[in-house]
């Protein structure tokens, strides 16, 4: 692949201006464009709860920022990782899955455990072998799940009327037909139900799902494998008596589901890196999540399911490597590269 | 240990309880920890179980059992385990009743323990009776040196005792008691002992090195079809450009100076400019637009290929 030098070289050889400009600055991350993909269920949230979504997610930030801060300090490595900007993803993506009232303690003790248990003990973003803001929400709803499922009602004026069971998670796990029927597929949609600060608008996370498909489109098999998955144990197997279609929406906009589908099984760090292979990858996730949700304890497990998908994908792919599956991959690779130097070949020019 | 005197208890206390720690190194024995070791008074229960059970089937078996083949001294050190526990429990029964911890599995679990095992067969058969001794009390010392402190931080993070008797922390995290905590707890633990060995003993640390197996095979660059492999002349265009970037302007070089692959996290990154451009055709196509060469491996896959002795197979295939 050509980089941005070879690109935008002149015909004369030189570097352009331009081009030794952008070589100068530091390779972006690609935990920048997460964080742009978040921006859109953030704003959403603002419209919500205003002020209360800002404090949330500038408390998670600041918290896993200063935290992954203190332990290089104290281990003596290069402040250099926190450039990669995997901590504010962290700390933003704990908030965004935490409720806007959570208390500020309960963000940080999160974010905490996200940097200091999943990612640092592992070195760099990419090293660690779990998703960290999946750890970090799974810690907290193993010790605090009061808090963490205390969503408060989206109509309150001052957000502190607490509506116990009300999000939609709740009411699919207890089966509680009544009121996801009231609420309506436009609030569903919009986001316009206690829930989550930032999971609960489908159309926002599906806006942040064009922003991946523009900045690293091979990301989308992952969240496609995911989401098949997920919409066909959905509709076959509706919890309580819904019908079919509402029970698609509905699965799919309850609690983390999407939000995970889009930023945690998509994670560079942990996803494999074919195009087929992320799709199996993203099913396989879709599975568990979905079994955890079928079968779960909490009313919204998806965070225990991308852990557990992380923990056995090895498995999996020993298992695929039995079934000569890389071989295959080799093949069809190496087909698809005589066929682009075919293709180069008949256009004179050099192959892409 | 040098061959010219005699092994003595510090020569056992330093290699078995502190550099082959039973727990921490030879990760042996951690079911009764991870799950029972929520108290510090469970934790001392078990340690204290645990040094007759140890001494007793260890000097035995080098007393008795260097003759007797393995596959039954394996059972044997069961059933010498069993009987000395079940002692044990009764003795607890009889004379301590209000002890009630929730250990009682656990506690007959000690019996079939994995440290006992691999001493007595690593060691006790092979040895004479005062070095089986001495490493039976240094490895119960060394697995008592580590449930007591994971027991005791434990009680204190999940639950705010210590002893049973209530003491302020700011704040209280149940999910430390669950068994994954525990794996956490001694996580940090090994890690801090590795940390104190590589420091202080860094003569020892190959010892302390734990040996993992790599799972899968990852397809690889070097693996992959000649015509896939990169183009020498693609290689040398690369190369002669940063040699073009070097000497016109000092900023990049500076700048690549300060790159340093092994530790800069965004070595591995790629600009994400230009990345909109997507192919269907390119469902099969190499995904060269992410981390590093290796393809289809996850972090655990990554964390693998790490493993020194796997370097080291690796070589030792290629010298042959």
Same mark, same amino acid.
């Given at each position: 692949m ?5 690109r935008n070289k002149?015909?004369?050889g030189?570097?352009?201006f331009?081009?030794?400009?952008k070589r ?8 920048m ?16 709860y ?6 949330a997610?500038?408390?998670g ?10 332990a290089l300090?104290i ?12 901590a504010v993803?962290?700390?933003f993506?704990?908030a ?10 309960l963000?940080?003790?999160g974010?905490?455990?996200a ?5 640092i003990?592992?070195g760099p973003?990419h090293?660690a ?7 970090g ?7 605090f799940?009061?808090?963490v499922?205390?969503?408060?009602a989206?109509?309150?004026a ?5 509506d116990?069971?009300?999000s939609l998670a709740?009411?699919?796990?207890a089966?509680?037909i009544q009121?996801?029927n009231?609420v309506g597929?436009?609030?569903?949609i919009?986001?316009n ?8 608008c489908?159309v926002?996370?599906l ?5 991946l498909?523009?900045?690293?489109p091979?990301r989308?098999?992952?969240v496609?494998?995911?989401?098949? $998955?997920c %919409?066909? /144990?959905a509709? #076959?197997?509706?919890?309580?008596s819904f019908s079919r279609p509402v029970?698609?929406?509905t +699965?799919?906009?309850a609690?983390s589901?999407?939000?995970?589908g ?5 994670d560079?760090?942990t996803s ?15 599975i ?5 949700r079928y079968?779960g304890?909490?009313e919204d497990g ?5 852990l557990l998908t992380?923990?056995f994908?090895?498995? $999996?792919? %020993?298992? /695929?490597?039995? #079934?000569?599956?890389y071989?295959?991959i080799?093949?069809?690779?190496a087909?698809?590269? +005589?066929?682009?130097k075919q293709?180069a070949?008949?256009?004179?020019g050099?192959?892409? | ?11 056992a206390?330093f290699?078995?309880?502190f550099?082959?720690n ?5 990760a042996?024995g951690?079911?009764a920890?991870?799950a029972v070791?929520t108290?510090?008074k469970?934790a001392?229960?078990?340690a204290?179980?645990f ?5 007793i089937?260890?000097?035995?078996a ?5 003759r007797v083949p393995?596959?039954?001294r394996?059972a ?6 069993t009987?000395?526990?079940a002692?044990i429990i009764?003795?607890i ?6 002890i ?15 440290i006992?095992?691999?001493h ?10 005062r ?11 060394g ?5 007591i ?9 999940g639950s705010?005792?210590i002893?049973g008797?209530?003491i302020k922390v ?16 001694l996580?940090?633990f090994a890690a801090?002992?590795k940390a ?8 020892h ?7 993992i197996?790599?799972?899968?095979v990852i397809v ?6 000649e015509?896939?492999a990169p183009?020498?002349e693609?290689k040398?265009?690369?190369?002669a450009?940063e040699t073009?970037?070097a000497?016109?302007?000092v900023e990049v070089?500076?700048t690549v100076e300060a790159e340093?692959p092994k530790?800069?996290d965004l ?5 994400l400019d230009g990345?909109?451009k997507f192919d ?7 995904d060269?637009?992410d981390?590093d ?6 972090a655990f896959?990554r964390?693998?290929?790490?493993a ?6 690796e070589k ?5």
């Open positions: 050509q980089n941005f030098c070879q002149p015909a004369n030189k570097v352009g331009m081009a030794r400009f100068i600055k530091a390779p972006k991350s690609p935990y464009n997460y964080l742009l993909m978040l921006a859109a269920p953030a704003i959403v949230s603002w419209y919500y205003g002020a209360l979504a800002f404090r997610i500038l408390t930030i600041i918290s896993a920022v200063a935290v992954e801060a203190v300090l281990m003596k490595r290069k402040l250099n990782c926190l450039s990669d900007m995997h993803f962290t700390g993506a704990i965004m899955l935490l409720p806007a009232t959570a208390p500020i303690w963000i940080g003790a974010a905490a455990f940097i200091l248990v999943a990612k003990p592992f973003a090293k072998p779990f998703v960290p803001a999946a750890a929400m799974a810690f907290l709803t193993v010790c799940p009061d808090e499922f205390k969503y408060p989206i109509d309150s001052s957000f502190d009327v607490f116990a069971g009300s709740a009411q699919l796990s089966g509680g009121h996801v009231s597929i436009m609030s569903m919009s986001g139900v206690a829930g989550p600060l930032g999971t609960c489908a926002a996370l806006g942040s799902c064009a922003l498909a523009a900045g690293k091979k989308l098999f992952n496609l494998g995911f989401l098949t $998955v %919409s066909l /144990l509709v #076959i197997f509706p919890r309580g029970s698609l929406l +699965e799919l906009c609690g589901l999407l939000f995970s889009i930023f945690f099984v998509t560079p760090g494999p890196k074919h195009p087929l292979t992320r799709f199996i990858y993203g099913a396989f996730a879709g568990i999540c979905m079994i955890l079968f304890t909490f998806t965070c225990f399911g991308i992380n923990a994908w090895p498995i $999996v792919d %020993s298992a /695929l490597r039995k #079934i000569d599956y071989k295959f080799e093949k069809s690779m087909k698809s590269a +005589e066929k682009r293709k070949a008949l256009k004179g050099e192959p892409a | 240990m040098s061959s010219g005197r005699k092994y003595s208890f510090s020569d206390l290699s078995s309880t550099i082959h039973p727990v921490l190194i030879q042996a951690l079911c920890i991870v070791a108290t510090l469970t001392v229960l078990l204290a179980a040094f007759p059970v140890l001494i089937t260890q000097v035995f080098c007393l008795a059992l260097k393995r596959w039954i394996v044997i050190y069961l059933l010498i385990g009987a000395i526990i002692g009764y003795a029964d009889t004379f301590m009743p209000e009630s911890l929730g250990a009682d599995i656990y506690l007959a679990l000690t019996a079939a323990n994995s006992i095992a691999l007595c067969e690593k060691l006790a058969v092979k040895t004479d009776l070095h089986a001794f001495f490493d039976s009390v240094a490895t119960a010392l697995y008592a040196a580590v449930i402190p994971v027991g005791a931080l434990r009680e204190m993070i705010s005792t002893w008797a209530n700011p704040m209280t995290y149940p999910a430390i008691l669950m068994p994954f905590g525990g794996f956490l707890v996580a940090f801090a002992l104190l060995i590589n420091k202080r003993f860094p003569e640390s190959a010892e302390t090195e734990m040996k197996k790599k799972t899968s690889s660059k070097k693996n992959l079809p015509n896939l183009a020498e693609e040398e265009t690369a190369e450009e073009v970037e000497e016109e302007t070089e500076e340093d530790e800069d070595a591995h990154f790629e600009p990345e909109g269907l055709s390119d469902i099969f196509a190499k060269d637009e981390e060469d290796k393809d289809y491996g996850s896959n964390l693998f290929d790490e020194k002795d796997f370097d080291s197979d030792k295939e290629g010298d042959k």
